[in-house]
């Protein structure tokens, strides 16, 4: 158990919607990172926010967005689906204190788009 | 832009060692070798990290070469429960910041 935790679990919406995930951050941890996974593939970065302002982005548009709070929860929002946003949606959190900056994950939230 | 290179998949004995390697030529000085694994689609799961010394915690060792160019984590006695995909990462710079940068892993196959 790392103590991250990620809301829904499993997801189904149709194509043109628009979803909302949310992850609450392990305690004393500043820092959240949010990715996604497709079927049969590693991880892929979408971004990362500490202390609420965006810290870092992956090769993702920007229908995808995201917000941190003051407790450092953080939701993953996602307009406009698409087919392929089909993935599971994993988040870390972590305590970014420069050099080393290990990130625990919770156990994700599975995206079906239809 | 992976910056790690692993085997696809590996078979172990259960109880036997199991050695997972992993190139990381382009690696930086400042920059830790990470390990997870993940096991049928949860969260992947904090393993072991190291800089240039031999680490070693409850669950594994990692033994990362004098040149950094590459390393090896070792499961000491493999069990059943060992079965996952183990991913070697090494953060790379993004924007001001630090992303972990996963490739597809190796698929460590623990037989009975």
């Known amino acids: 158990e790392t103590g991250v935790t990620q809301s829904p679990t499993h997801l189904i919406k149709t194509r043109g919607q628009q979803v909302t995930l949310r992850c609450s951050s392990q305690?004393?941890?500043?820092?959240v990172s949010w990715y996604q996974q497709a079927l049969g593939q590693g991880p892929q970065f979408i971004f990362q926010y500490y202390r609420e302002e965006e810290n870092g982005r992956g090769n993702f548009p920007p229908r995808f967005s995201g917000l941190q709070f003051p407790n450092y929860s953080s939701e993953l929002n996602v307009n406009a689906l698409e087919l392929d946003d089909s993935a599971l949606y994993l988040c870390?959190?972590?305590?970014?204190?420069?050099?080393?900056?290990?990130?625990?994950f919770g156990p994700g939230t599975r995206l079906l788009v239809l | 832009d992976a910056k790690t290179t692993q085997p696809t998949s590996m078979d172990c004995a259960e109880g036997r060692a199991a050695n997972l390697p992993c190139n990381h030529s382009?690696?930086?000085?400042?920059?830790?070798v990470y390990w997870y694994r993940q096991i049928h689609s949860q969260g992947p799961q904090y393993i072991i990290h190291?800089?240039?010394n031999n680490e070693t915690n409850e669950m594994a060792s990692l033994i990362i070469t004098e040149d950094r160019k590459s390393s090896t984590l070792i499961l000491p006695h493999a069990t059943l429960r060992d079965t996952a995909v183990y991913y070697c990462i090494v953060r790379a710079p993004s924007s001001g910041t630090y992303k972990y940068i996963f490739g597809t892993g190796t698929r460590l196959k623990v037989l009975a």
């Open positions: 382009t690696i930086s000085g400042n920059e830790y």
């Open positions: 870390a959190s972590s305590l970014y204190a420069g050099g080393q900056e290990t990130q625990y």
């Open positions: 305690s004393g941890h500043n820092t």
């Open positions: 190291g800089l240039k």
